[in-house]
């Protein structure tokens, strides 16, 4: 088999082992290369399409054995990668907080196309698919969420809210949360 045949394998494997359906994989497909199909591609433009299919966590099969593979990873590096990892972390908070009654990541998806598909945009189905732009939007979104239900929470308990002194409003999401611990560290 040559080289062009077998990376049209792997990808046609990765396809599968990342569950992916046609409209996606061809989405990917079309994004990388503009090319709907593989049999139309160059070889680097197949090993581009491999190497995102990978970013999205396939791992190869090596000497006939099975390799665990991740489903849906983010990507791997740049600054998407972090707000990522931060929508990540705020949606954890919030579960274990109470504010978020399916702490899952197929939860945290279902937020993710909601936000992505607002105002007729091209959503996104996975968090770790969202590009800058979107990422800054679903993160902003949802620490804007987490930040007023902190504020309700401290309210209902009767604990202090701290206040901008120069608005008059509550302070920003970092205060918000920092008092919002230590009031729950305290008890």
């Not at 581009?48 to 966590?57: I, Q």
Request: proline fraction near 2%; aromatic fraction near 8%.
């Amino acid at each position: 088999m040559n080289q062009r045949n077998n990376l049209i394998q792997i990808i046609h494997v990765a396809k599968r082992e990342l569950a992916l359906d046609d409209d996606t994989y061809r989405f990917i497909l079309d994004a990388e290369t503009s090319k709907s199909s593989c049999s139309k591609m160059s070889i680097k433009e197949l090993e581009t399409v491999l190497s995102v299919l990978e970013s999205k966590g396939f791992k190869r099969q090596t000497n006939g054995r099975k390799i665990a593979y991740k489903k849906r990873l983010s990507p791997k590096s740049g600054k998407v990668k972090t707000e990522i990892d931060k929508i990540r972390a705020v949606w954890i908070s919030m579960a274990k907080q109470g504010f978020v009654r399916d702490g899952s990541e197929t939860a945290l998806d279902a937020y993710v196309r909601r936000i992505t598909n607002r105002n007729k945009d091209e959503g996104v189905d996975h968090v770790a698919w969202c590009h800058a732009r979107h990422a800054y939007a679903v993160l902003e979104s949802l620490k804007s969420w987490h930040r007023r239900v902190m504020i309700d929470e401290l309210k209902d308990k009767g604990w202090t809210v701290p206040m901008n002194e120069r608005t008059g409003k509550p302070m920003g999401y970092d205060a918000i949360v920092q008092v919002y611990s230590e009031c729950y560290r305290k008890g």
